[in-house]
């Protein structure tokens, strides 16, 4: 509660409580997000008792007909890691935010609807909403639009801004969990991960153009999601249950089978085609913001989505608070403006015209590597000791960012190049564990060090 006297309205368009498992996608958190949820919002409590705790994200790359995930190339920890990240029953949590909001003194429309918004950057904003109990309106000072892909503010200011990452999804949930651990009775795959927990982890069967992801939710139930390049998998071949089946039969048959004998307890079943997006802009001086998937999306791969609603709300409680003691925040505003969207631009970097490389053992292990190794020393860093909410010191830092993103690229374009001097390549049965390499190890568990100087 950074600043207790502001009065806050939560316009909510679903009637709570809201189912729990099958209600929303993006169940997977990384570092960033869980500690925002875990620190900022206070929600460890939640998170140790009523979510499940992630046992890293762990790959299996393609071998042969993928009927024997023990001969697969297997990139996973065989332990938590000491700065943790969960697996999200969004429906709990989500139950969980909006009971705990409404005891904070935040007032909850439940059902209802924004109808309009009439922004006024010399006065309070209009807002136009309607419940059962009929069509009201509210001011305020900031509107911060968390509409979700509705993009109620981005389609009204003409803000969108379409992304050349054409990749589709579709998933699904199961009223049971699904333990990969007892996909094989081989003792040498099963010591790897010897506390028999693999299932917690993310897990990402890959392949060609595509990867397959197993969530465990809180609740009992479990995730899963096929995630592919549309132009090697078409949209039409995963947009419904029995056709995400075909698919699955033909390029993971071993979880085929796991599929078909869970069938009859299929919980939900949606599917999006072109889901990443931009945004021209997504912090205004004008007093709005859009946050989460309101602004951008890149893609669920290493499940960035929690990441940028922790930044963006990062980004604009300060916005809020500074604005309520009096400060002028427009250049502020345009400061967060332009980090956001640099950041979103190297994100989406990580995916756009990679997934044919998803199917490469080789390439993606080093790829990985070099993802994950600049997300724990740059950005999470920036994310954990607040330096992101500090323009004078990310402006201090502007040479050495502007470095590190033209890097960020010419990586990016290595890998693609590698991966297309080693098609054809075979790899299987080997274990790799990045966070077994020293330095990637002390710079995810360097994040939980105590706040450091500049």
């Known amino acids: ?72 190339v297997e990139l996973g920890p065989p332990h938590f890691a000491p700065v943790p990240s969960f697996q999200l029953d969004r429906g709990r949590l989500e139950n969980h935010l909006l009971r705990t909001n409404a005891e904070d003194g935040v007032t909850v429309l439940d059902a209802h609807r924004v109808r309009a918004v ?56 199961f009223r049971s969990r699904i333990k990969i651990d007892d996909w094989s009775n081989d003792p040498a795959w099963k010591a790897r991960v010897p506390s ?16 397959f992801w197993l969530i465990p939710l809180g609740s009992g139930s479990h995730s899963f999601g096929i995630v592919a390049d549309g132009e090697l998998h078409p949209f039409s071949r995963i947009n419904r249950f029995e056709r995400a089946l075909d698919w699955l ?12 004998a869970h069938a009859a ?41 929690s990441d940028f ?56 292990t080093a790829k990985i590597s070099w993802d994950n190794s600049t997300y724990w020393s740059i950005t999470a860093l920036l994310f954990f000791q607040r330096r992101l909410v500090r323009p004078e010191f990310i402006a201090s830092i502007d040479p050495l960012l502007r470095r590190y993103f033209l890097l960020h690229a010419r990586m990016q374009q290595l890998f693609k190049a590698w991966n297309h001097a080693d098609a054809g390549a075979q790899y299987e049965s080997a274990w790799l564990n990045i966070v077994g390499v020293d330095l990637m190890r002390t710079w995810q568990a360097a994040l939980a060090e105590p706040p450091a100087d500049d």
Not at 145 to 165: E, N
């Open 1 to 72: 509660m950074e600043a207790p006297q502001l009065r806050v309205l939560v316009v909510e368009k679903r009637r709570h409580p809201v189912p729990e498992a099958a209600f929303k996608v993006g169940e997977s958190s990384v570092e960033i997000g869980a500690h925002y949820f875990q620190k900022r919002l206070a929600l460890e409590p939640h998170l140790r008792s009523a979510q499940l705790e992630k046992l890293g994200l762990r790959y299996f790359f393609p071998q042969g007909d993928n009927r024997d995930l023990t001969t697969r």
């Open 118 to 173: 009439a922004l006024d950057a010399g006065g309070g904003h209009r807002i136009a909403v309607e419940g059962a109990d009929g069509r009201r309106e509210v001011t305020a000072r900031w509107v911060v639009d968390a509409a979700g892909r509705a993009g109620l503010l981005k389609r009204q200011l003409g803000l969108v801004r379409p992304s050349t990452h054409g990749a589709n999804a579709a998933w699904w949930r």
């Open 196 to 211: 028999g927990l693999r299932w917690h982890s993310t897990v990402h069967l890959m392949g060609i153009g595509y990867w």
């Open 249 to 260: 039969r033909e390029f993971e048959p071993q979880a085929a089978v796991v599929m078909e």
């Open 265 to 305: 307890e299929l919980e939900d079943f949606l599917a999006l085609q072109h889901f990443a997006h931009g945004c021209a802009r997504v912090f205004s001086p004008d007093r709005w913001s859009l946050v989460g998937e309101a602004g951008v999306f890149t893609d669920p791969f290493y499940s960035p989505g």
């Open 309 to 364: 609603i922790a930044m963006g709300n990062d980004y604009t409680t300060d916005l809020i608070v500074r604005d309520a003691r009096g400060e002028n925040v427009g250049e502020r505003a345009e400061a967060f403006n332009a980090m956001y969207l640099r950041l979103f631009d190297a994100f989406i970097r990580l995916y756009d015209g990679h997934y044919p490389t998803m199917g490469n053992a080789q390439v993606m």
